[in-house]
């Protein structure tokens, strides 16, 4: 099979992940008699040294000729006091709202190596296997108006949040069909205590849940959501929650498992005829510059979601599960970087893993 794939390395510790994601594609396709077509882009902070915006129209035209993105992490110290509009981090909300990608998977999956790992006491991993599903086109990270006018006391930050039926419905039957082939039971997860437009979300999310009579639904308010999350983490299947919402509480969820290194994400919308997403695949992290240019980076959640790749974007579960068993090997031999205790670099855990799919 053909595999077109554009790599979009940014920022920080991105440049570091995506090389080792990049050396575990590489490998698989070998090893699975695959042809890839790789082309590398810019996108964030990079972006802007070398072409003044953060998302370029180059950049644009690649990511939609490709059949797959995987992407590094955006963001640059330098550009903190930047407007949000000339900062690295529009390039990645330019990027999502042009592949329409509106629905971001996020995996929070408890491994036994990592246990220790976790800031959370042992027996509350057991069975912590949920996935959260983060409406990612919309809410308050896309509502106009925005922005900040006025003088002296008066000066006024706006932000809208809103959402439109279809964009709650659209993602909804996402996280229903997902719950399918897991443990059958969705959480929405909303604030209709105070905003309406999460009580537009619970009506709709309601009105939808018929059409999966096979799928227990049920509510949290966010709040409650939060402090669930660390106190019975494996109550949950598929979490179905609005933009920032799901930011939120998806660094949260990463730490239950160890690291927010380990976090991978697929980004979906559209299905092609064949049946395969549109794609875009990155680790849930940031570009941390705190530990960039070290080399100790967990690769795992940029190699997770080359995984996911596989099985979203081209359909190949076997080499998807390939990906996800080495992960795990490599884990169980405590090959690890230091976020989970272990003294490993960023490259030799992603060269234990092409070794451990052999
Ligand atoms: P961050 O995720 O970059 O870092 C938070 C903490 O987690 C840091 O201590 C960092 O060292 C650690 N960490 C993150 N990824 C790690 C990994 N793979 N291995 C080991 N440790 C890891 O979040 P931040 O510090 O709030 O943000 C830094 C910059 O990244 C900001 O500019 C922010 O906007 C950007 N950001 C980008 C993305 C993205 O591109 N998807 C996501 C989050 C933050
Ligand atoms: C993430 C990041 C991004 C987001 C930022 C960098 C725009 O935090 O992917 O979780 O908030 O979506
Ligand atoms: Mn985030």
Request: negative net charge.
């Amino acid at each position: 099979m053909q595999l077109k794939v554009l790599a979009l390395p940014g920022d920080g510790i991105g440049t570091e992940v995506t090389a080792e994601g990049l050396r575990v594609l590489r490998h698989v396709a070998k090893k699975f008699n695959h042809e890839l077509v790789l082309t590398e882009g810019l996108l964030g902070g990079i972006a802007i040294h070398k072409t003044g915006t953060p998302y370029p129209a180059e950049t644009e035209r690649l990511a939609l000729e490709a059949d797959a993105t995987i992407m590094g992490a955006f963001g640059l110290p330098e550009f903190d006091n930047a407007p949000p509009a000339m900062r690295p981090e529009k390039g990645l909300l330019g990027i999502r709202k042009t592949l329409g990608v509106f629905a971001n998977l996020r995996p929070v999956k408890a491994y036994d190596a990592l246990i220790d790992a976790s800031p959370l006491k042992n027996h509350l991993l057991t069975g912590v296997d949920m996935i959260i599903v983060r409406e990612l086109t919309g809410g308050l990270y896309y509502g106009t108006p925005r922005g900040i006018s006025g003088e002296g006391d008066e000066e006024r930050g706006t932000n809208t949040m809103t959402y439109t039926r279809a964009e709650i419905a659209r993602v909804t039957r996402m996280a229903f069909n997902l719950a399918r082939k897991r443990k059958k039971k969705v959480t929405s997860v909303d604030k209709s205590n105070v905003l309406e437009t999460s009580q537009l979300w619970r009506k709709v999310v309601v009105e939808i849940a018929p059409e999966f009579p096979d799928v227990q639904l049920d509510h949290l308010l966010v709040d409650n959501a939060a402090m669930q999350l660390v106190l019975k983490p494996a109550q949950f299947d598929v979490l179905l929650m609005e933009n920032m919402f799901g930011d939120i509480l998806s660094d949260e969820g990463s730490v239950i498992t160890g690291s927010i290194g380990m976090l991978p994400s697929a980004s979906v919308g559209a299905q092609r005829p064949s049946g395969a997403w549109v794609g875009l695949y990155e680790p849930v992290h940031g570009s941390a510059p705190d530990i960039a240019g070290k080399g100790i980076a967990n690769p795992l959640g940029a190699i997770g979601s080359i995984a996911a790749m596989f099985e979203y974007t081209f359909g190949l579960i076997e080499e998807a599960t390939a990906v996800n068993t080495a992960m795990e090997a490599t884990l169980n031999a405590g090959i690890t970087t230091k976020d989970l205790k272990g003294n490993s670099s960023t490259e030799q855990v992603g060269r234990a893993i092409c070794e451990a799919i052999g």
